[in-house]
């Protein structure tokens, strides 16, 4: 996958958002492929595997997005690995496809300082803490990711929220994608 | 798979929910995949495919368990399919495993004249108007569907429910799973 902001050019991307219960990993994985699928005009699949790797404590959420069907919606090889937890980190890390970008919170994750990949880095529970709380991290998460990959539309995922997600919390949770992008933003041009 | 209240005896089964948005279809996957792989010790896979399937209407979540690591998560054959909306009702019901249980959702779903499957109904959404919201048809149709399948415990559900739900939702949540567990065992009486 291309980096910088630029549309995918193979045609499946293969995404994983690793993290912790509780920090909304599974529908942060659930609005990207709503947005894709049902807003980008995309095919996508989400998946969630429980078993003893999920009684660990690191959670993920795998997210297949394609131009056409998806015949294997494992994510093998990550092209994109956002990572919200130290574990997920660890665990998930040597799983990347040649060119991937890897994400990582930098408030909980603290790269190895032998990591080859270069690990972009976006403070995003910090950023949700500033805006009311936590819980939005994952969107902040989400509106860096897209802006660095354009994996999905902006626009398509603002629609994945809004026909996604309680009335009460669509506020936070647009200003919470601004402010991921507008840091991913503020990067670009420093 | 076995009917009645058994334990499934083959090792993989094949769980559809079908619905449409914003009856917890997704939530209701999650639930049983948890279930199954953090309190009954199973693996479980839980996937929500997006594509021009889902801009059509009827949503969908497939749960596959077993007690080894799932290779295929996606649902060729569902061995037990519910579905708490017409449109599910006829896109899914050609893709059911030989003696499979087919459960509908008796006030949104009225099964064809011609339908060869036995069909098992539960008024969920009615039940759960009952409740106080449909909101909780999902976990009514689960407590349903746990009692006359027996593809996971009542206990392990009901741990999956504490440890996923908000605090505020858990107790009509438990009412909900109580209901749809009685209903299940009044037919069984009957």
């Given amino acids: 996958m291309a980096k910088g902001k630029n549309k995918a050019t193979n045609s499946t991307t293969q995404v994983r958002i690793g993290g912790v219960g509780g920090q909304g990993i599974v529908l942060a994985g659930r609005l990207l492929g709503r947005a894709a699928a049902l807003f980008d005009g995309k095919e996508a699949v989400c998946t969630q595997s429980y078993g003893p790797e999920a009684r660990g404590g690191a959670s993920r959420s795998d997210v297949v997005i394609s131009n056409q069907p998806v015949d294997y919606p494992y994510v093998l090889k990550a092209d994109i690995l956002a990572v919200l937890f ?9 799983r990347l496809a040649p060119g991937a970008m890897l994400i990582a919170d930098s408030m909980l994750v603290q790269p190895f300082e032998d990591e080859e990949e270069d690990v972009y880095t976006v403070p995003a529970t910090q950023i949700a803490e500033e805006l009311g709380g936590r819980m939005v991290a994952n969107i902040v998460m989400l509106g860096y990711l897209i802006e660095k990959t354009g ?13 996604s997600m309680k009335q009460q919390h669509i506020e936070i ?4 994608l601004d402010a991921g992008i507008n840091y991913a933003r503020s990067e670009a041009g420093a």
């Fill in 86 to 94: 130290q574990e997920a980190y660890t665990r998930f890390r040597d």
């Fill in 151 to 163: 994996v999905v539309s902006r626009e398509s995922l603002e629609q994945a929220i809004r026909t």
């Fill in 173 to 176: 949770d647009m200003k919470a």
